[in-house]
C-alpha cells in the first residue's frame, strides 16, 4: 500500500527557510517522479515542483523558481522541499504526491501525502 | 483565476444526482489533453477520482463518472451522499501556458 508521509511544517518568519519531507513506502520509489503542491488557506491547488523519477530534472512554477528546491534522497526514500527567502504569500498546506502520466504523456497525481501547513508570519 | 472554470459551488439532495463542469478552452481540454477529477472531504489531502476524462481508480464507486465533450468535461454524482460532501478539483494541460493546471474547485454541498 502506497504511503507518503509529510514532516518538517511550522511557523516561519518572513527571508527564512524551511525543509519539507515527504517519506514513501509501498512503492518502488526511483520508478515515479514525485511533485508538490499546494493549497493557500480557503482556496484552490496550486502546482510547486516537479522532480523526475531519477532526479535528473526539476521544475518548478514562477511563483517559487529560484527560492525552492525539489530534491530526492533513495537511500531514504524520501522527497524535499528546501524553502528559501520565505514570503508571506508562500503560506498554505504543502502536499507532496506522486506521478502518473496520461495518454497524451501529461501528469496527474495518484497518491498524496497528508499535507503540512506552512506559515510564513513575523 | 485558471484556464479551466469551475463553478463555486453546487449542492444536491441525498440521493440525487449532480454534476460539475470544467469548462476551458482549445488550449486544453479542446485540444484533446485528458482531464482528472479528484475530490477533497475537509480537513484532508485530495484524492483521485476521475483520470483520463472517464476511468476510475480502483476503490472508488460507480456513482461518480466522468466525461468530456468539446472545450469542457463534467464530473457526475449519483446517489448523492453526506460523505460527498466537499470540493472538487479538475485539472487537464494547457498548451498556452505549457503546464498542467487546476480548476479553481467546486464545493460540494449535500441539503
Known amino acids: 500500500q502506497v504511503h507518503l508521509v509529510q514532516s518538517g511544517g511550522g511557523v516561519v518568519q518572513p527571508g527564512k527557510s524551511l525543509r519539507l519531507s515527504c517519506a514513501a513506502s509501498?512503492?518502488?520509489?526511483?520508478?515515479?517522479?514525485m511533485h508538490w503542491v499546494r493549497q493557500a488557506p480557503g482556496k484552490g491547488l496550486e502546482w510547486v515542483a516537479l522532480?523526475?523519477?531519477?532526479?535528473?530534472?526539476?521544475y518548478y512554477a514562477d511563483s517559487v523558481r529560484g527560492r525552492f528546491t525539489i530534491s530526492r534522497d533513495f537511500s531514504k526514500n524520501t522527497l524535499y522541499l528546501q524553502m528559501n527567502s520565505l514570503r508571506a504569500e508562500d503560506t498554505a498546506i504543502y502536499y507532496c504526491?506522486?506521478?502518473?502520466?496520461?495518454?497524451?504523456?501529461?501528469?496527474?497525481?495518484?497518491?498524496w501525502g497528508q499535507g503540512i501547513l506552512v506559515t510564513v508570519s513575523s | 483565476q485558471s484556464v479551466l472554470t469551475q463553478p463555486p459551488s453546487v449542492s444536491g439532495a441525498p440521493g440525487q444526482r449532480v454534476t460539475i463542469s470544467c469548462t476551458g478552452s482549445s488550449a486544453n481540454i479542446g485540444a484533446g489533453y485528458d482531464v482528472h477529477w479528484y475530490q477533497q472531504l475537509p480537513g484532508t489531502a485530495p484524492k483521485l477520482l476521475i483520470y483520463?476524462?472517464?476511468k476510475r481508480p480502483s476503490g472508488v464507486p460507480e456513482r461518480f463518472s466522468g466525461s468530456k465533450s468539446g472545450t469542457s468535461a463534467s464530473l457526475a454524482i449519483t446517489g448523492l451522499q453526506a460523505e460527498d460532501e466537499g470540493d472538487y478539483y479538475c485539472?487537464?494541460?494547457?498548451?498556452?501556458?505549457?503546464?498542467?493546471?487546476f480548476g479553481g474547485g467546486t464545493q460540494l454541498t449535500v441539503l
Open positions: 485539472q487537464s494541460y494547457d498548451s498556452t501556458l505549457s503546464a498542467s493546471v
Open positions: 509501498g512503492f518502488t520509489f526511483d520508478s515515479y517522479s
Open positions: 522532480i523526475w523519477h531519477d532526479g535528473s530534472i526539476m
Open positions: 504526491a506522486r506521478e502518473l502520466r496520461d495518454s497524451s504523456g501529461f501528469y496527474y497525481f495518484d497518491h
Open positions: 483520463s476524462n472517464n
